[in-house]
């Protein structure tokens, strides 16, 4: 593969990334359809989109996982705040029960699991 593929293969992966469709991804690395239809039957190009689209959602979870506590102490702030209304409040407090709900049942899922893959391996 030359050189100026393989720029253009990076440069569409990029756009593809950042774009809400394929037309508009293509028009961004400057190629036709066909040019990326033939990148995208390539299996090292499906490998580096697999890839990238892996590192995306990584990035994307951490941050959000980076945000929590504030999110929390922000709820937590409504909940204080003696200035806030009870619809706000109630608003609230239904967030903040609703995701130590959600929490729970995904860690009771989890240790489920974990049994399960114990027992398994254990057989």
Excluded: W
């Excluded at 090292?44 to 980076?66: I, P, W």
């Amino acid at each position: 593969m030359s050189k100026a593929t393989e720029v253009k293969q990076r440069n569409y992966l990029e756009a593809l990334l950042t774009s809400s469709n394929k037309t508009e991804a293509c028009k961004k690395a400057h190629i036709s359809r066909t040019t990326a239809n033939r990148y995208e039957n390539d299996p090292d190009f499906k490998k580096a989109y697999t890839e990238l689209q892996r590192q995306a959602m990584e990035y994307t979870g951490n941050k959000l996982r980076s945000l929590t506590s504030h999110a929390v102490d922000t709820l937590a702030g409504v909940l204080d705040d003696p200035d806030a209304s009870p619809s706000d409040k109630t608003r609230a407090a239904k967030i903040i029960l609703d995701a130590g709900f959600h929490v729970q049942e995904t860690q009771d899922i989890l240790q489920r699991l974990d049994n399960l893959e114990s027992e398994v391996a254990n057989e």
